[in-house]
């Protein structure tokens, strides 16, 4: 703790009297912190921070990118604009060398400022003076690491545009008849779409790993040996990389396309805990993506685990790389179902769109939208789109939506009046040249078909389990689920003389969570959940293997 001759030598506390000192003497306090450590992060709630000793930066998330927008030395205080505003913190505050802070709460320092007004006074003189620093370091043009040149509606262009977005590389995209993509592109453009990086680097329809390599994205493992390999970067995966990192085991994360999983694409989640008015899906994936490298955890983009091997523990990837590994965690969450319509595969990227992300915006920006669900997702979709699009039409199979739907969705589309419901109603045939034109509507109850222009469809009909390549020693049940725990055990396969653990599959050392786990909860928080005990088995099992 401090004493009071090293308060008193604090400029911002040097005027106080013994009464004032003694009392903080007792109630601030006193962080010792190493390179790297954060004092307090951006969106917490207000402090005070004083650097004593060393050195610290103030950061600030400026267009998805960490950058550093002042420095703190000695004497220097932190947290004064969220204090006299009582706002949250507008930045955060990390250590780059060894270094002491003194830190007052809310309570502390509006007791402090009743004692000695002249406190509150320099700190908010102080606040004026940083929220210029402030003004200049947001109102930065945005700087893309990269040019996505192609029109808005092509496959290989909104493909790009979401690996991009959901891997947080900031970028731009530019049609093909803008002046600046003409420039960028040097020439003719061959094929769609163009990627040019800052450096002047051109890839004509490039391989998503091609652009995570010029984005500096880890698109191959860094290791031959790791202590969990998990496959899948949904919640349930993320989580378990955090909580795996976190606990100094050696962690790799392999995801084929992006982190997030089906919950990464959502527009909205409103019963997460934690964020009373929801958070994007895209959001908590980018929080989580964070968190998992901060700890230490290895994130492998554009890598497809081509196999695993329950007796060696191998994983092997696309490409030919064998990792060795002492557990696996299977976190593939699962496919959306494909709508069984002639020729609709033609039109996926150009009109036709499985999931909804807000990435996907400007698809429905001033357009008649038509999306195909009744579940979460769809009514998420339904309600974010109707921001965007003139009208948006829920197609619903069944009679209403309260069968698969929360009721507080429900009563949110009720109050959107650009939107329309329509049960008992399916697409049946879809049409177009080279993009998406129109579509057939069958009315069940009228058991009539109506054509209705359409540019845009999204579908969302429920998700399938993609697990055909697992061996044939991790137990499924009929739909291809993954079987743990007791249900593991009943399907016959299980052979040590122990019960698996409650998340552990037919094949000792591999568990399997999230989505793609046989009678597991459909929910983000189940998920979370999941992920998080997976790793305390991991342990445990660890612990018997050793």
Request: glycine share 10%; proline share 5%.
């Amino acid at each position: 703790m401090f004493t009071i001759e090293e308060l008193a030598a604090i400029p911002l506390f040097s005027t106080l009297g013994e009464k004032e000192l003694e009392y903080l003497a007792g109630t601030v306090e006193d962080i010792r912190l190493i390179p790297g450590e954060y004092v307090a992060h951006e969106g917490e709630g207000r402090s005070l921070a004083i650097m004593v000793e060393g050195k610290a930066e103030l950061t600030k998330l400026v267009n998805g990118v960490e950058q550093v927008i002042g420095v703190r030395l000695p004497g220097e205080v932190g947290g004064e604009i969220p204090m006299t505003l009582g706002t949250p913190l507008p930045a955060s505050m990390r250590a780059v060398e060894p270094s002491r802070v003194v830190k007052l709460t809310v309570e502390v320092f509006h007791t402090l400022a009743a004692m000695a007004p002249q406190v509150s006074e320099t700190v908010g003189a102080a606040a004026l003076e940083r929220i210029e620093m402030l003004k200049t370091a947001t109102g930065r043009p945005r700087e893309p690491a990269m040019y996505v040149i192609g029109p808005r509606v092509d496959p290989g262009v909104h493909s790009c545009d979401s690996f991009l977005h959901r891997n947080q590389i900031p970028y731009e995209r530019l049609d093909p008849d803008d002046p600046a993509a003409h420039a960028l592109a040097g020439g003719r453009i061959a094929a769609y779409p163009m990627v040019v990086v800052r450096d002047g680097t051109r890839l004509t329809n490039p391989s998503m790993r091609a652009v995570a390599t010029v984005a500096g994205l880890t698109s191959a493992p860094g290791h031959d040996h790791y202590d969990v390999v998990i496959v899948g970067g949904g919640p349930a995966g993320l989580t378990a990389a955090v909580n795996s990192a976190s606990e100094g085991l050696r962690t790799a994360l392999i995801e084929s396309f992006a982190p997030g999983g089906q919950a990464g694409t959502s527009t909205r989640i409103e019963n997460y805990t934690g964020f009373p008015f929801g958070v994007s899906g895209d959001e908590l994936a980018s929080r989580a993506l964070q968190q998992a490298k901060r700890l230490g955890a290895e994130i492998v983009v554009t890598r497809r685990v081509e196999a695993i091997d329950p007796a060696d523990l191998t994983v092997a990837l696309d490409g030919g790389d064998v990792l060795r590994t002492k557990s696996i965690v299977l976190a593939m969450g699962v496919e959306w179902r494909r709508l069984e319509v002639d020729s609709i595969d033609r039109f996926v990227g150009s009109g036709v769109y499985y999931g909804a992300a807000r990435s996907d915006a400007s698809l429905a920006q001033g357009n008649d939208v038509y999306l195909i669900g009744a579940g979460n997702s769809a009514g998420q979709a339904a309600i974010f789109f109707s921001n965007h699009a003139r009208s948006v039409t829920l197609l619903v199979r069944g009679e209403s939506l309260a069968a698969s739907m929360s009721h507080y969705l429900i009563e949110q589309i009720a109050t959107k009046t650009n939107i329309r419901v329509e049960t008992r109603s399916e697409v049946v045939a879809v049409h177009g040249d080279d993009q998406l034109e129109a579509i057939d509507i069958i009315d069940r109850k009228a058991g009539t078909v109506s054509r209705r222009d359409a540019r845009v469809l999204f579908v969302l009909i429920g998700a399938e389990a993609a697990t055909d390549w697992l061996p044939c020693e991790i137990s499924r049940d009929e739909h291809g689920f993954v079987l743990t725990g007791t249900d593991a055990m009943k399907a016959g396969q299980w052979k040590p003389d122990r019960e698996p653990f409650a998340l552990e599959t037919s094949a000792p050392g591999i568990f399997a969570v999230g989505d793609i786990r046989s009678g597991s909860v459909k929910r983000v928080a189940a998920s979370v959940g999941e992920g998080g005990m997976a790793i305390a088995h991991v342990h445990r099992y660890l612990q018997l293997t050793r």
